[in-house]
Structures are given as C-alpha cells and as structure tokens.
C-alpha cells in the first residue's frame, strides 16, 4: 500500500469534513519530538580506534644467503632432465661458476631493492657457518630494534633436517655444514623476516616454531628464579616478532618445471608481474589471446612505477587485487600487521597469495607464518585474469603497428560494484569487498572525484563504517589530498574529515601537523561554499582546537575568530551552533583567543544568539560565552567589566524554555563563579545569614506539620493580598519541618521512606535524580533551603540586606542560581545545586577558623536561639569535615545579629570611602575572612583548591559531544518517519486510521443527540484526592492528577495502568493537564501553581515514566482569592473555596492552552499576562496583558482566528487578537459575571461564540462581535467545576453540594447524577474536577471523598 506523497501534502480538496481532520493528522506539528528530547543530551561511546599503527616498523637491513654452489647437485635431490634452471631469471649454466654466482646475487638484490631500495642489503654467497654468523650478527647490531630480512635459497645444498638445521658450506667446499636454525635465532633476533626457497621448506618453520616456544621457557624460568643456571646465562632473544614465507611443505619438493624459474618461489615474492604474465600464458586459456608469446611478454612497454603506461598499470591493478583479497579474507589485526605496519613486509605478504595462486597449480603449498586462510580460490582473481586478458590482447597491435594502449576499465567496473553494494545495501551485512580498491583509486586523477564521493556516502553509513576505512588505511591518502587546490574535491574532502573526526577525534594533531587546518579555514572563508560545506569545516575546527593548545594556536593565526563572527548570523542553523561551539572551544582556556575574541568584540556579537529561535543555537551561544568567562587567567578590570557583561546577559536566559539550555547556562555561570570565587563566598555567607533571620510569621497552627494539605481551612487565607505575606505563608509550611522535608521530596530516594504520597510510585529514572547521589550527604544547603533563600531573596526589600551592595553582579547572578537550583527539570537543579553548595562549603569552610581566632572581638555574636539552631540548615550525613571541632552546625558558626534587630530595625550599612563594596557592621572582618594572604595559605591551602576542581571538573553538559553526533550518524539517509515501508510510519499510519474510527464513530452519536448522560461505565478510588481529570482524544486511557502525581486509568478495562510523582514541590499543586500530539505519539503537560510546565512520556505503557522537558512557564505567580468578596456572592465564595482543592493558595493556579496546528502553549493564571509558548522554538514569543486586577482562571484559544479568550476571577471575560501589539490586543472585555469565572470556552467553528460560566452558575453565550452576551442560562449554585463538550453541545456542571446536572444546549438539564451506582448507592462527594472526553459523550468526575466515576450516554457505547 503506497501512500502518495502528493496527496499528502495536497489541500484537501472537495473532502468531508471529517476526511479533511484525517488528512490533518499527517500534517499536524508534533510537539517535543526533537533529537533533543528523545535522546540522552552525551556524546557517543568513543569507539576503541585500532587502526592507528602502534608501531610502524621499516626492514632496514637484508641477507641474502645464497647456496648454489653453481654446477654441483646435492646427493639428495634427483633432478628430472630437461629441469628448472633460472635462479633470478639468470641460467647460472651460461657462464663460469663463480661469475653466475655473483651475477645471480646481484641480480637478487636489485629485485629486492624494487621493493625496498633504502635497505642496506649484504649478500653471503656460498657461505661458511661462521660468514652466516657474523653477517647476521653485524646486521642485526646496525638495525637496533628494526627489522631483518633472511633470505635463503637453499637449491645448491641438501634438504633441512627434521632436527631444525639448514646447510651451509665449509671453507674449501668439500662438505656440507649444518647450521641450526636455533643458532641463527640467536643471531638475527628479532623483530624479523626470514624467507626460505628450497624443497622441504616447511620444516625450517616447524623447528623454528619449536625453538622459539623453547626460549620462551627458558626466558620464563630465568625470571622465576634467579639462582637457576639458565639465569646465568645470556638471556636469549624472544622470536615473538618473527614472520616466515617457506616455498612448501615439509614434505613437499619444489617444482622442476622447465617452463619455470628455479627459484620459482622467489619469483613470484621479488618479480610478481613478469612471473604471472608468464605462468598466465601457460594455461590453456591463454590460446584464446591469439599472438601472444612468451618473448612478447619481455616486451610490454612501460615502467612498473609509471601508472599510465601497461606494465605499471598492470603492477597497480595486481597492487588493488592482493590488497583486496588480504583485507576480506584476514582478521583485521593480522591485517594490518602484515600488510599495513611495513612496507616491505606488505608487499612480500602481496605477492606470497600470488606464489601460493601459482604454486598450488604445481602441488606445491607455500607456508607462512603467521598462517593465512587460503586465497587462491578467490574471486577476485577472476578480476586479475581479465585485466591480464585485456591488456594482453593489445600487445601484438601496440607493439607492432604502435597503436595507442586503451587503459583497463577495473577500477571504473570495481567502483560500479561499490556504487552497487552502497545503493542496494541492507543494514547488516558484510562490509564491501571493495574498500581497499577505493583506496587505490584515490592516487588517480580520473577516477579520484568518483571515488571521494563513493567514499563519503560509505563513511556516512555510521561509525562502524568510518573505523573500516581508517583500517583499511584511507588516512595517509585523505590527507594527502589536503594540499590539493581542486575547487570540485572540496564538498567531498570537508565531508570526509568531517565523518572521520567525529568518530575519531585524535586526528586534530595529524591535521596540524601537516597545516591542513589551513585547507578548512579556507572552505570557511568561502563564501561561495554552500552552509551544510563551511558547517562541516567549522565542525572539523572545532575538533582541531578542542582542548588542543598547538590546534588554538594554529587556528588563532588562521584568523578563525574573525571567519566564525562574521557567520554568526547565517540563515543556516547548524552553522551558527557549529561557529558559536568552535569559538568557545578556541578561547577555552587560551587566553590570546579570548584577547582577540575582545577586540573583535566577539562576546558582543554572541548576544545576538541567545534569543535564536533554535535552542542548540542558544546552547551553544551560552556555551561559548561560558569558556569566554571561564579563563583563568589574571584578571584587569578590563576583563571584569567584560565578565560581568557577559553575566548580565546569560542571567536573562534564567527561564528560556529548554532545559538544555539552562544547563549549558548553570555550567557557564560556574565558570563565572569559579573565577571570582572569594566575591561568591561572601555572597553565600550573606544569602546563609539572611536565610536564618528571616523568620517566618506563622498563621494559625490549624495545619500539624507534616500534613500534606497545609492551612486548609485556614479563616485567615481569604486576607492573603500582599505578596510578602503571601510567600512568608508558603515558606511557613517548609520552614516548620526542614528535617524532614527532603524525604518528602521524592527527590532524595535513599533518604528513608518517602513521605510525599499514597502508594508505592513508580517513579521515573529522571525524577529520582542525582540529588540522592553519595555526594548529596554533603550538601550544607538542601534543597528546602535554597528555595526559602530563592523567595526570602525576592522579597527581601523587607530586610534593608548586610553586605555587598545588594544589586551587585555577584549577587544577581547568585540569586540566578538559586532560581535555577530550584528549576523543574531535575538535571538543571542538580547542577545548580551543585554549583551553590561548592561555593556554600567553601565560604563556611573559610569562615570557620577565622572565627574561633576572632571571637572576642565580635561583640553582637550572641547564642543562636533555640528555635531555629539546627533546623535551617539540613545536613543529611552529619557534617562536613570541618577544621573546627567547637560545633557541628553551621548555624552556631556564621555570625547573627542579636534576635531583637530580627527585621527592619537593622542599622543600615554607609558605604566606606574609596567606593568599595560596602560591607556592615556585622561583618567587621569580610575582607580579611576571603582575601586571605600568602602567610595564611598554609592552613588549608589545598582544601579550596580541590574543590575548585570539583565544580569545575564536575560539571559538563555533554551538550558538544552530542552536537558532534549528528557527524558521525547517517547524514544521507532517509529519516525513519519519511521511509514508507519503515514500522515508525505503518505505527503511525494505524493510529491515524484508529483516529479516524474513534471521529466517525463518535460524531455517528453526537449527531443523533444525546438525550441522557448518567450511565456509569467507570469508577474506582484514585490514590489521591482528583484535582484535574482528562481523557486522551483516541485511546481508552484517562489522566487524572491530584496535589503531585498523575494516575492513568484504563477507562474501558477499568484498570489502573500508571501512578507517578510529577516531581513538583511540597507546596505546589497541579492545576492543569494538557495531551501533546494526541494524535500520534502523545506527551502529558502538567502545569502546577508556581508556573512550572512539565512534559512527560512512556506513561501508561508498561515503560518507565521519562520527563522529556519542564521549564518555568510562568514566573512570579501572585496569589489571589476565589468569587469577590462584595455581593452576596461573597459568602458562597468563601464555602466555594472550602470545598476546592484551590483553595490550599486561595488562587487559580496554572491554567494553559494547547494549539497543536501551531505548537502554541498559551499559559496564564496568578499573573498578570497570557504568555504564549512557541514550543518548536521552546521560548517565550508573546506577552499578553490581561489589564485586570485578578487572576486568569480559565484559557480557551482558536488557532484559525488568532483568538484567545481568558476568564478572570473578577468576573469579567476578556477577547485578545494576538496579532496584535500589547496595547491594543485585547479587542473585547464582557463584565456579565458577577464573580469568578470557572470556566470560558471559546468554539473552533468560523462563527463559534464564547462560552463562560461563574461561580454563581450563569452560563452566558457571547459573539465575539458584540458587546453583550446573545444568550443566558442560570444553572446550579456554587459550581465548583464545568467543562463543554466540542462536539455534542452539552455542558456539566458539578457543586459542591454533591451532585453533577448535565444540560443541553437549550438549557435543559438531561440528566441530574447524585449517587453512585453499585455499592450502596452512596452519595457522590463534592465535585474537585470533571471533563468531557473530545470526541465521545463521556463525562469524567472526581470528588474529594477520592473517587473518579465516568458517566456515559448510553450502555458500552463504543
């Protein structure tokens, strides 16, 4: 089944209505589905990279030991006649003994030298044992740790011995010697080669074998014990580093094909083109290349290193093929150490497949050890037979008539065969045989650019892919190319590098190394270079300078900063986070960067990004702001003055919308606050000292503490105007029973059982947080504590503050770090926290002793009264380390003022003279306390310093890392969700038809009417108390939340599928719930009476909870009383707010609403604004004013108008056009109500009216047109809760006085439920909350005697 794209997109043209809602399912926005939330914010497992060669060895020294002894056939070998005679392609018969022998030698030599010609070669010719000796010794010494190679033709002397020897000659030739293999070990050590051409070969490595596992005995021994004679002796060298070819097996003899060389072994190791040319027109298909002879072979134009012309194409082509064979068929250790750690050895290792290919044919098996699998059989010699073929049949024309050579299509048809592999491929399989032929190409100029392509789209398969290709050995080229000045090989080249650093970031010091940082900033510079190129090369330089000193410098000189400020503003967002990320990185700990940075007045120009309407862009802003404070290099006031810019401007981004980015903004703040440490202390002592003086008035004791509804039905909550009394009343409730409070925070879960609520909670892995980490036991402030700091710090106008001038940076930026450690999203807080106590720690710790010397002198000290000792400051495993032992409290150990100058009678403190930080009275000795002298270091001169590694060390955002994955993940891939056949898409595309069923199935019903809604399909007793209920639009599931956590509910099944703490605070409550992309993969919103939104997953399915996001969605939310106390209503209200949940702050808490066509969150409440979310940007886009006295209570928006349309608690109903300015946006205010609104709907139609209804239960119908209402209903009194069905137009109201009436449209009431079916038929309790279900005639209720009942229009109907 094909869905066409098109359609998908098209305009629903000449659709029902209801087939155009299907068809916006696919286009509908999804909320919080970015990388950013479903993914963990760290960078990838660094893969362990083994293609780096440890230790590249070169063979510096060879031996070529010869034994022919020229005309003389050993007794042991009979020779067929005619037999093999040419040794080095010389018949050693066509001249005298002696001088065939040196010619030979000679001969051999050269053909090595092809391979290796800076080798110091030495022949032995006919030798003695003691010549073998001393050459051997001789080599060995000059070659130091290098390699040896041995090479021995052994045709001229017996076979080896199955004792381990080989023969050599005496001094006048007339016997054979034997030599042990055992003694050549001990003169050639190791490392080294040897090669043996001569029948029986495979013997010599049998014995070697034996003898080598002998000494390492011996070795062994001789370490155990000392007094042993072994030990004695001269340690014998280890043969673990020894590699050997033999000609054949042990029992096997080598060929006499008189076709062939003697030494045919030799041949096909130093001579492979011109011995497989020959052996090629051996076989029988040769007759099908008609006129080609032997002697024509000899001719074959062209230079073996010359790649244009036959031969040495041939060589390249027979290069690629071992090359390729050795890579698919070895393990790739062995690989890369035979045919990657030294040149000569992987060139010998190359032409021993073709000796074992062209021996084989002879019954003959060459043995090597290590051993390899055999390759004869592979198919790519096929491959070799045919360019072999193709170049030969234009040999006799070439050389005859001297026709043009036509070049060999292989490497054109073996990239076909890649493209292939790549097009075709599924994901697991085995890798391409082609890779090392790929590597091949790039050395020529005309298949170059198609090979970098295939090369890229390989590397961008995934890491995996990446680290074949370093092992194949593609670095030295890639590199290479780097001095290429081809425009066309730059695209390429940028992606290349930048698949390969972000898998392998060590490269950076291979770069600087050969100045290809230069080749990146250039492509950066370019401005003709398309964004996604200059991203990747600002990505590659971010790597090169990433804690690299030599890379900063390099880059610094480049002029990197100057390239990266002028593409900050560049549409391109990935470049403008890739160019903030490699600026902080450049200036990270450099402190010329951060000098350039400031004449080019970089910091300035970053600014701009922290508004960026993409969130990694803020991040990275902020990243790069934070190293740009966070040198630690002296400071002038120059730079200070920059810092507490800097500050200033991070500090607004305390409540941007993405809790990525108020992590990146905690650790660049603690840079801050590591650099201007001692300013920080004397900061935190004051915020500490404030904290503990500022007791708290305490209302009546109605509630116990401890209780989880504090102040319920308190008289005096009504008169809670003023903002001070309000925050004392919230701050009463934690100050009464600080011990106990982090165990009701579900955030300290070891800290004994969690008191917070019913139930055993499943708990998600984010809420539980770090906070109940091992370091937890020594936090000095818990968490309760830094929220009382947070809100005395808003409030404290009441307290004329000690200390530095109140309003400083130093301050600010504190009390910034307060707010955050009190943020939603727990990794934020858990940072802050961190950050706050590092700096608390150290300011005591640093108080301390200066106060047990001083404490005559201090004369307000008095005795901490005895009911706050202790109790303010929570230490969950005892105390710190201290170096004073009077005291385990901190209480006792900073300075307080005397009880009776509790408020505003302090004395208020004069500045000093010379403008300095003020300082009072009470902290006569600040300065000296935190300056401390070279003299006083000693006293614990380590102990800040530790920790100063601590905050600094500790806290990393892995924001960077993450970024760089995007590099080393498929760039090229289609993305799952857009792949038709992919299990994302066909998931999808079944909840969009199940949308479909639940729309038609449900509309079939509304449009009947609905003439009774008092079936009950559903009830059972929640965990909590319901404060706000809501149905999922498609499937059976039913959210509902009490004070903190949310519990899920199979509505059909009657099961419970999910009960989890949404993490708000002790004193907060959840107001409101919203479903995200209720389509399609839904997310829960939670919003609660302090303004923070959280958003979570994986609910109700079996799978942890997770919180994707949260944020402060609301900031400073004021308290406000329920109905107005004037008219008689004023009575009613007051019984109202009893029985409400609300009426724990008397307010209305959060109240939000959802746009899912636009991702717009509207959000209001105690505030006096309606601020709009834009949550594809997660930040704040509009402020809208009420202009009114009260609180928002209800939202209600259409997205088609731009309408929004809020119910306040004086009564009026307020109509916004948001398209608008602040001044003029609100278009209409109705003042019907006489009191607080419950609930204001405003319909989706084109012509939908407003809906509101109050307290008093009048339901009024307005026309967003006109100034009055164009219809009133009067319902019940004293409604507690109301919600109105989109669809069927029906509304319920539930009182307090226990029953739920049902209306319809007109104003009739269908149905009136006051008891519960079932047990007993008890009464239904007073109503917290209901809703209806979007699409179904389903009614929701929840009572505060805990039970959640569903009420339906008919039986089972589904």
């Not at 080393?968 to 969700?977: D, G, H, N, R, S």
Request: aromatic residues 8%; contains cysteine; proline residues 6%.
């Amino acid at each position: 089944m094909k869905m066409d794209s098109d359609l998908l997109h098209s305009p629903a043209v000449g659709l029902t209505e209801e087939e155009e809602a299907d068809m916006n399912d696919w286009k509908l926005p999804l909320a919080f589905m970015k990388k950013r939330h479903s993914e963990k914010i760290e960078g990838s497992k660094a893969l362990a990279q083994s293609w780096r060669m440890k230790d590249r060895m070169k063979t510096v020294s060879v031996a070529l030991v010869l034994c022919l002894n020229v005309g003389v056939d050993p007794p042991d070998v009979v020779k067929t006649s005619p037999c093999a005679r040419l040794e080095c392609w010389i018949d050693p018969l066509s001249m005298s003994p002696q001088k065939a022998l040196e010619t030979i030698g000679a001969s051999l030599q050269k053909q090595y030298e092809n391979w290796q010609p800076r080798a110091r070669y030495k022949q032995s010719l006919d030798p003695t044992v003691d010549e073998v000796k001393k050459l051997c010794t001789s080599l060995r010494r000059n070659a130091k740790e290098e390699r040896v190679l041995f090479h021995y033709n052994g045709h001229g002397v017996p076979r080896p011995t199955v004792n381990g020897e080989i023969w050599v000659f005496n001094k006048n030739y007339t016997q054979y010697i034997p030599l042990s293999i055992y003694d050549l070990q001990t003169w050639m050590g190791s490392p080294s080669i040897f090669v043996y051409d001569c029948s029986n070969a495979g013997i010599i490595v049998k014995s070697f074998k034996q003898f080598a596992l002998q000494r390492e005995q011996e070795l062994e021994v001789a370490a155990i014990n000392p007094s042993h004679p072994l030990a004695q002796m001269p340690l014998p060298p280890s043969m673990k580093n020894c590699i050997q070819l033999a000609a054949c097996e042990a029992s096997e003899l080598l060929p006499m094909n008189p076709d062939l060389p003697a030494d045919l072994f030799t041949s096909c190791l130093t001579t492979p083109i011109k011995i497989a040319l020959r052996w090629f027109c051996m076989q029988k298909s040769a007759k099908l290349v008609p006129g080609v002879t032997l002697d024509l072979i000899e001719k074959i134009p062209g230079r073996l290193n010359d790649r244009r012309t036959p031969l040495g194409e041939l060589n390249w082509i027979f290069t690629a093929i071992t090359d390729t064979i050795a890579w698919n068929v070895l393990p790739r250790d062995l690989f890369q150490k035979l045919f990657r750690q030294d040149l000569l050895v992987a060139s010998l290792f190359r032409n021993f497949l073709l000796a074992e290919r062209i021996m084989r044919s002879y019954n003959c098996t060459p043995v090597s050890s290590p051993r390899l699998p055999p390759t004869y059989m592979h198919a790519m010699w096929q491959a070799w037979d045919l360019a072999v073929d193709i170049c030969l049949s234009q040999l006799p024309t070439i050389i005859e008539e001297g026709t043009a050579f036509r070049h060999s299509p292989f490497f054109a048809e073996q990239l076909t065969a890649f493209q292939v592999w790549l097009t075709m491929g599924v994901e697991n399989r085995n890798p391409p045989e082609q890779l090392p032929i790929v590597l091949q190409v790039l050395l020529s100029q005309v298949h170059r650019l198609r090979a970098l392509d295939l090369l890229g789209r390989f590397l961008d398969l995934g890491p995996w892919a990446v680290s074949l290709a370093l092992s194949v050995g593609i670095f030295p080229y890639v590199l290479k190319l780097l001095q290429s000045s081809a425009r066309e090989l730059r695209p390429l080249l940028v992606f290349i590098w930048a698949k390969i650093l972000a898998v392998d970031s060590s490269c950076q010091a291979d770069l600087v190394k050969d100045n290809g940082h230069k080749y990146f900033l250039s492509v950066l510079a370019d401005s003709y270079m398309p964004a996604e190129h200059r991203t990747m090369a600002v990505f590659i330089l971010a790597v090169i300078v990433n804690s690299y000193n030599t890379g900063q410098e390099a880059c610094l000189q480049g002029n990197l900063i100057a390239n990266c400020l002028e593409q900050l503003s560049d549409p391109h967002p990935l470049l403008r986070q890739w160019v903030a990320i490699c600026l902080g990185r450049i200036w990270q700990n450099f402190e010329p960067a951060r000098w350039c940075g400031v004449r080019d007045s970089a910091h300035e120009k970053l600014y701009t990004l922290l508004s960026d309407p993409i969130p990694e862009v803020r991040c990275a802003a902020v990243f790069a702001l934070g190293t740009f404070v966070g040198n630690s290099a002296e400071r002038t006031d120059h730079s200070t003055t920059i810092d507490h810019n800097v500050a200033m401007m991070l500090a607004q981004l305390i409540n941007d919308g993405s809790p990525v980015v108020r992590k990146e903004l905690v650790v660049a703040l603690s840079h801050l606050v590591v650099q201007y440490e001692s300013n920080f202390c004397t900061v935190a002592l004051q915020f500490i000292e404030e904290e503990k003086n500022y007791t708290v008035p305490s209302p009546a004791n109605t509630a116990e503490p401890g209780s989880l509804t504090p102040v319920r039905d308190s008289p005096a909550i009504p008169r809670l105007r003023s903002v001070n009394s309000y925050t004392n009343i919230r701050a009463a409730t934690t100050a009464r029973n600080l011990n106990k409070s982090l165990q009701n925070l579900n955030l300290n879960e070891e800290g004994g059982p969690a008191a917070f609520s019913p139930g055993n909670l499943s708990t998600s892995s984010s809420t539980s947080s770090t906070l109940g980490s091992p370091d937890n036991d020594e936090y000095i402030l818990s968490f309760e504590t830094i929220d009382k700091m947070r809100r005395v710090s808003s409030y404290s106008s009441l307290n004329s503050l000690i200390g530095v001038s109140f309003n400083s940076v130093y301050t600010q930026i504190w009390r910034v770090l307060l707010h955050l450690a009190a943020d939603p999203f727990p990794e934020v807080s858990d940072l802050a926290m961190k950050v706050l106590n590092s700096i608390a720690y150290k300011a005591t710790m640093n108080a301390r002793p200066q106060r047990i010397l001083d404490s005559g002198s201090l004369t307000q000290s008095a005795p901490a009264s005895p009911t706050s000792k202790g109790t303010h400051i929570h230490q969950a495993g005892g105390s710190p380390p201290m170096p004073s032992a009077s005291s385990s409290s901190l209480t006792n150990e900073v300075p307080k003022p005397p009880a009776r100058e509790q408020t505003a009678t302090r004395p208020p403190y004069t500045p000093t003279l010379g403008g300095q930080a003020p300082h009072s009275h009470q902290f006569p000795r600040t300065r000296k306390m935190f300056d401390k002298g070279p003299e006083q270091a000693g006293e614990d001169g380590d102990e800040p310093g530790g920790h100063r590694n601590y905050i600094s060390a500790a806290l990393q955002t892995g924001l960077c890392d993450w970024s760089a994955k995007y590099f080393a993940q498929p760039v090229m891939k289609i993305p799952e969700e857009h792949d038709l056949e992919s299990q994302v898409r066909m998931e999808r595309q079944w909840r969009f038809l199940r949308n479909t069923r639940v729309r038609r199935q449900s509309r079939g019903i509304t449009q009947r009417g609905v003439s009774r809604l008092d079936d009950q399909i559903f009830i059972n007793r929640n965990p909590g108390v319901p404060s706000v209920v809501k149905f999922h639009p498609f499937n059976t599931c039913i959210a509902v939340a009490d004070k903190d956590s949310i519990c899920f509910w199979d509505w059909e099944k009657g099961e419970r599928l999910d009960y989890f703490y949404n993490g708000n605070p002790r004193y907060t409550r959840i107001t409101a719930m919203e479903y995200l992309n209720g389509h399609d993969c839904s997310l829960l919103l939670t919003a609660t009476d302090d303004g923070a939104l959280r958003i979570w997953k994986n609910f109700a399915d079996q799978k942890n909870p997770e919180m994707v996001t949260a944020w402060q969605g609301l900031s400073d939310m004021l308290p406000t009383t329920r109905g107005q106390p004037t008219s008689s209503a004023h009575s009613l209200a007051r019984r109202v707010s009893i029985y409400l949940d609300r009426s724990k702050q008397g307010g209305a808490g959060m109240v939000v609403d959802w746009e899912q066509e636009t991702g717009l969150l509207m959000t209001s409440g105690d505030v006096r604004v309606v601020r709009i979310w834009d949550t594809d940007r997660e930040m704040k886009v509009q402020d809208i004013p009420t202009g009114a006295d009260s609180c928002v209570t209800s939202l209600s928006c259409d997205s088609q108008r731009s309408l929004i349309v809020a119910g306040l608690g004086d009564g009026s109903v307020r109509v916004f056009d948001r398209r608008m300015g602040p001044n003029e946006c609100r278009v209409m205010t109705y003042r019907e109500h006489g009191a607080w609104v419950v609930k204001a709907h405003l319909q989706k139609e084109t012509d939908g009216h407003i809906i509101s209804v109050s307290v008093n239960g009048d339901v009024r119908f307005f026309e967003p047109r006109s100034p009055d209402s164009i219809n009133v209903l009067q319902t019940v009194k004293g409604l507690t809760a109301l919600d109105i069905h989109p669809q069927a137009n029906l509304f319920a109201c539930g009182s307090m006085n226990q029953f739920i009436a049902v209306y319809n449209a007109n104003g009739d009431v269908i149905s009136n439920i006051k008891y519960y079916d079932g047990f007993m038929g008890q009464r239904i309790g007073a109503i917290s909350c209901l809703a209806f279900h979007p699409h179904w005639p389903h009614l929701a209720v929840g009572s505060n005697d805990y039970y959640m009942s569903i009420y339906s229009a008919e039986k089972r109907l589904r």
